[in-house]
């Protein structure tokens, strides 16, 4: 009976072994998956590589496989998981050679997107030709104009305010003849007129009416006088951006 109990226990314990055994999964060993993966490769079927490289790679977590991964990826076209691969390498790696670094900085500018294109926007106009009044001659005339006339009616201002108005001399009024001096280019030469003394109108009609007059013939020449001139259609001020900055472009009439 002893005998017989421990064949029973025996023969037990070795079934018990027997059905653990089996219930362990089975499964290539790192060095197997490598293999597979090399001859995936000589033979050129990459998509059986990179599934033999995965599994290695989940069973033990060598940077190598990394690299071997991207360059799996690379062979077939997948630039997102070899891109993927290569950036996962560079920072797994303990160190680069000067080949491997050129390797990959080459492949990861090549995927980079393209730089934002230039966005500017320049200013639209268009450059056409005028016919205006002369403008150095209206120019020269309103300046003209503006100085005889300024002094006229200063000078008007001040005899109107000061001057006696006692009925005036002989020669007339001199209040009065101030008062007209207010009126533009016809004023010295009236004023002359409303006092006829030949020290009133000697400046008034020579100097400041001439002056006057003179102002006015030449805006009216201008008038008569056209130029013809290119200028810009319009004026813009329009925003621009670029990869290095932005601001505004201008363009002016003038």
Known sequence: MRILSTLLALVFALGLSGSVAS?????????QLLDQARQAAGESRYRDAIRSLEAAYALRQEPQLLLELARGHRR??????M????????????????ELASEIDSVLRSQAPPPAPSVALQPQFSIKTVTRPHRGMLIGGAMLFSLGYSAAALSGGAFATLASNSGGSSDGNMQAA??????????????AAVYRDAAWVGPWVAID?????????LMIAARYSPETVRILDKAQVLPYASSTGAGLNAAFRF
């Open 23 to 31: 219930a362990q999964p089975a499964g290539d060993s790192y060095e």
């Open 76 to 81: 077939l076209g997948d630039a997102k998981q």
């Open 83 to 98: 891109v993927d691969y290569y950036s996962r390498y560079r920072l797994a790696a303990p160190s680069l050679t000067p």
């Open 178 to 191: 101030g008062g007209v001096l207010f009126i533009p280019f016809l004023g010295p030469f009236i004023s």
């Open 209 to 217: 009416g001439s002056i006057q007059l003179l102002g006015l013939a």
